[in-house]
């Protein structure tokens, strides 16, 4: 039996790479698994030799402990990977195939998922619909950033690429797929972008740009990103964005309309979330400060898509309704506005297919947009401690060193 190695969740600011059992057809008991998922069957899933597995931005949020994640948590939820082992209620998916595992865990049989709202399946979390790999309060399903992984309802959820060759060619674009390429898309989707908008992308780390991105793709005439960090920034800008650096010139409105003639845009899409800062210098973390900020500058009758993570649990927050996920959000703004607001989890099967065949055609380039960046399964620690200090780069874990 080939061992396993991961990037493991060790409290506030530490990760390590740890050996972890190899993986089987079943959900065993570990550091964060719901106790009613412990010895759960999995004949209907596979198991992968992850080829990429990529650091998200939430992974962070657990990571600088703002979060009730346990230390022992296997990290990661953007996985690639190649089959090589199937489980006996497997029809489809066949040892060898080269697949995208959308990040979100879905069964393809309860009503949610049926309705296409595979984000908030029904039967994967015994605590609440939805569920996600190597995240805290998702179920207890082990994390990706590993060098092989358990993957649960393969037929259903599975992306197959059409041509190993062409796909790895191309993977630093496929593994995108897993999770930002969606959520990116699914916020432009969810703010209404259409030819000619123009869009307010609040936001540009990773997210934040494969959301500008995507409201490329989808014809936006003007698509405008707002940070607080000059690198970032200068990224978004690399492929054709504006962008408003709110450290140096606080008020959003102003800097708008110096771009667009107007103080306002058709749309706004929220890619930071609940660890927030107010503009300015010397502003401290104000968790709905982009929430109140897109609603300000977006027209009356406006959709806000809000792809930024909120959660229900913040031991780090500035205050005790903030903990608890209690906002101070100008809902009385929005609702004199007839904004509609969008958010929650991507459904990533609703745009998967779609969007690897825009990677596969040349119309997306979405690696080059979030300067994906190649790292080895020994060097996740050092990228978690880069990432988390604002660089500009999305970070690619190869863990057989098998890309050049």
Known sequence: MAGN??????????????????????????????????????????????ITTNICGSDQHMVRGRTTAPSGLVLGHEITGEVIEVGRDVEFIKKGDLVSVPFNIACGRCRSCKEQHTHICENVNPDRPGSAYGYVDMGGWVGGQSEYVMVPYADFQLLKFPDKDQ?????????????????????AVSAGVKPGSTVYVAGAGPVGLAAAHSAQLLGASVVIVGDLNSERLAQARSFGCETVNLKEHPNLGEQIEQILGIPEVDCAIDCVGFEAHGHGAGAGEAPAAVLNSIMDVTRAGGRLGIPGLYVTGDPGAVDEDAKIGTLKVRLGLGWAKAHTFVTGQTPVMKYHRDLMMAILSGKAQIAKAVNATLISLDQAPAAYAEFDQGASKKFVIDPHGVLK
């Open 5 to 50: 190695r991961a990037i493991v969740y060790r409290g506030p600011g530490r990760v390590t790479v740890e050996d972890i059992s190899f993986p089987d057809l079943i959900l065993r008991d570990g550091p964060g698994v719901n106790p009613l998922n412990v010895g759960r069957k999995c004949e209907h899933g596979v198991i992968l030799k992850v």
């Open 167 to 187: 796909a790895m060619e191309k993977i630093l674009d496929l593994t995108m797929l897993s999770d930002i390429f969606p959520t990116g898309y699914h916020g």
